[in-house]
């Protein structure tokens, strides 16, 4: 065997946490274990010699995939990459440094999510992300510039056991590993680091989630990182060991690309099927597959001198049973900061909101004058007809036809002129319009003072019910604040000096007990309180909710139950 | 012949055990007439375990290869076991890379054999240290 003068580097991926804990000790100087709950750092920041650029959508691809994100991922890239300009005012190409994921949630939190993302959808998905992120992970990602695989073991012929028991969830974990073969896979591709040997040996036991079709489906050419250590890893000196219990779910990617295949017993009937197929059994040999005694293998190597497959024996090793006494071994890392201990990127940032304001509104002032004539003539009506139905709307206008209807509302939604919400009433569906701000200045109009809480529904379904107070000539009040409390009433009819409120409900009841109380019990004022609901079940619901409560046994008499169609019949017969 | 030699040669001929050295010395013997009924049933008895082997695996695999066959593009430079001829088999990742695929229930060995893959790359790199450093010392 010729002299091999560099080290073969082995980063052992454990994730019972316990089967190769013995190794570092028992093997000596040249090996390093690391714990993800423990003094382990790993960044989002590159290796060296891999553009930010290229890194930034690696590592955001597999962000996405793993989190079941689609289109967020660009959100995520566009912030890392403004991120990663700001923190290195002058870029040093070995050291950069790269945001973690708390800086990250940082950021998003701060401004308003349409400066990195085209749509609210995207921008909340992200940030519910990167919350479980950090969440979970605990320190591991806290730095701004963490382990580098090839610079600090593999260069210097070390390997590494990680200690990546209990990192959960699973998706948090499978980017983990991602992080750690794209690093690897990434920047041996990027330096064109061809060799002819084996120079890197990655090992995962228990990797049935992380080599799985599913697993590989999740990404866009159908290939996770893993799968790519094996297609590509070969002639850049990375040699993969994998282990699974099951093979019946494997990636064809992955089975494909493995020249050792060694089985085992199996016994459920999907990985027996796999492995006859794997192993090239003939017809019977399936039924050894179950009969394997412990370190009994069947196995077929390819590309050697005999490609049949053999029946041997492993020798044995023992296992690990010892108790880990010794500490956890750390490394170099930049830590990370929050935003509030990053004044200039904090500058930066409301530097960026402002510009992205002035913008905003620019573009309101462009789609005002590309705005279709049906959409300013519904904008219009909304303003003399406030809180009617849209279809009431329509009505007015001349029921154009609804091909129109949808354009016109697009273009007022697009433009930012005006906000819809469905409504559903009884069994039927009703859309909702809220002429916003831009709409209003479209108009020439001053907007009226908002009043109400809750969306468009709850403050549409308040308005009807006063404008039937007002046309039976009553004193209406809207938000009315009842006496002696500190709650204000959804609407207030007064007659003859005796008050009788209203609270409509649209999505939550939680609260409506507390309504009651205060309006029956807690002031004197009140004569009646009225519930509407948009629905009969829903209305039968929280009465019996209501009539379940002994307290409110007293004052039942004074609790009525409504529908609000019935004051909608009473506006539009 | 006697019942015990028929049940003998049956089982040698059902599950053949000529593959195997020792059922081929039990057949030269028995064709050479030197096999008693009481050595025949004392044969069965040694080549029970064989015999259950080969119910448990069906002679269905290829013959097991010599050492010369299996290494023939090189000996391994990582031993992991023995197959069944007794024939030793391993990786070769020296030259380049080789994938390696390790299934099997919870119980049955993966770990084993992975622990083993990592025990012997380190003795190899161990063994290419010393080989450099006496390189080095001799210039």
Redesign the interface.
């Given at each position: 065997m010729k002299a091999n003068r560099k080290r073969i580097s082995q980063i052992v991926l454990d994730k019972k946490g316990g089967d190769y804990a013995d190794l570092p000790a028992r093997l000596g100087g040249y090996w390093l274990h690391l714990s993800v709950h423990d003094g382990m750092r790993i960044g989002l920041n590159p290796p060296a010699g891999i553009p930010a650029d290229v890194w930034i959508n690696a590592i955001c691809t597999s962000f996405a995939a793993r989190a079941g994100l689609k289109a967020a991922w660009t959100c995520l890239a566009n912030m890392c990459r403004w991120l990663v300009g700001v923190l290195n005012p002058q870029p040093d190409e070995g050291n950069l440094l790269f945001p973690d994921f708390q800086l990250l949630l940082d950021v998003a939190n701060y401004g308003p999510l349409s400066l990195w993302a085209s749509k609210p959808d995207y921008g909340k998905s992200l940030v519910q992300t990167l919350e479980a992120i950090t969440q979970a992970s605990g320190r591991l990602f806290c730095t701004f510039n963490g382990l580098d695989f090839e610079r600090d073991i593999i260069s210097h012929g070390k390997s590494v056991v990680i200690d990546m028991a209990n990192l959960s969830p699973p998706w948090v974990r499978q980017f983990f590993v991602d992080l750690i073969l794209s690093q690897i896979l990434l920047a041996r591709i990027h330096r064109q680091m061809r060799v002819d040997g084996t120079e890197v040996v990655l090992i995962l036991d228990e990797a049935d989630a992380d080599v799985s079709r599913q697993a590989d489906a999740a990404f866009p050419d159908g290939a996770s990182p893993i799968g790519l250590c094996l297609s590509l890893g070969r002639e850049f000196g990375l040699m993969a060991v994998i282990g699974l219990r099951v093979l019946g779910f494997v990636s064809r990617y992955v089975l494909n690309s493995v020249q050792n295949h060694f089985v085992f017993n199996l016994s459920d009937q999907e990985s027996v099927i796999e492995a006859t197929k794997t192993l090239l059994l003939p017809r019977g040999g399936e039924n050894m597959l179950p009969a394997l005694k412990p370190g009994q293998v069947l196995f077929r190597q390819s590309q050697t001198g005999w490609s049949h497959t053999m029946l041997g024996k492993v020798d044995n090793v023992p296992s690990n049973r010892t108790v880990k006494t010794t500490p956890y071994d750390t490394h170099r890392y930049t830590p990370s900061k929050p935003l509030t201990d990053l004044p200039e990127v904090r500058k930066a940032l409301d530097a960026r909101i402002r510009e992205h304001k002035r913008t905003q509104i620019g573009q309101v002032r462009k789609s005002k004058q590309g705005l279709p004539e049906l959409a300013r003539n519904l904008l219009d009506q909304a303003s003399l007809h406030p809180f009617f139905p849209v279809a009431r709307l329509w009505e007015l206008i001349g029921s154009p036809s609804s091909g129109g209807c949808n354009s016109a509302r697009k273009a007022l939604e697009s433009g930012k002129f005006a906000a819809f919400e469905m409504d559903s009433i009884s069994n039927k569906k009703l859309l909702l319009m809220e002429i916003l701000s831009g709409g209003w200045e479209l108009l020439g109009k001053s907007a009226p003072v908002k009043s109400g809480r809750g969306g468009i529904t709850h403050t549409h379904h308040c308005q009807w019910i006063a404008r039937v107070g007002e046309s039976r000539s009553h004193l209406v009040h809207t938000e009315w604040p009842v006496p002696g409390t500190s709650h204000p009433a959804d609407v207030a009819w007064n007659r003859d000096g005796s008050w009788r409120v209203f609270e409509v409900i649209v999505g939550c009841s939680e609260n409506i007990l507390s309504h009651i109380k205060a309006c029956l019990v807690e002031s004197d004022a009140v004569e009646t309180v009225t519930i509407v609901t948009c629905q009969q079940k829903i209305r039968d619901q929280v009465r019996k909710n209501i009539e379940s409560q002994l307290v409110m046994s007293p004052l039942l008499s004074r609790i009525h139950h409504e529908v609000i169609e019935t004051y909608m019949k009473e506006l539009w017969p | 012949m006697g019942q015990s030699l028929d049940t003998l040669l049956d089982a040698i001929a059902k599950y053949n055990l000529d593959r195997f050295e020792e059922g081929e010395q039990i057949l030269q013997l028995a064709e050479l007439g030197r096999v008693s009924e009481h050595q025949a049933r004392a044969y069965l008895i040694h080549l029970e375990d064989l015999i259950q082997q080969q119910i448990?695996?069906?002679n269905?695999?290829?013959r097991?290869?010599d050492p010369d066959?299996?290494?023939?593009?090189g000996s391994p430079?990582i031993?992991?076991?023995?197959?069944?001829n007794g024939t030793e088999?391993g990786?070769?990742?020296?030259?380049?890379?080789?994938?390696?695929?390790?299934?099997?229930?919870?119980?049955?060995?993966?770990?084993?054999?992975?622990?083993?893959?990592?025990?012997r790359?380190?003795e190899?790199?161990r063994?290419?240290?010393q080989?450099?450093n006496l390189?080095d010392r001799s210039g």
């Open positions: - | 448990d695996f069906p269905v695999l290829h097991p290869p066959e299996l290494h023939a593009d430079d031993l992991l076991g023995e197959i069944e088999f990786l070769r990742i020296v030259d380049r890379p080789r994938h390696v695929l390790c299934a099997g229930t919870t119980g049955s060995g993966k770990t084993t054999c992975i622990r083993n893959i990592i025990l790359i380190e190899l790199n063994e290419s240290q080989e450099t390189t």
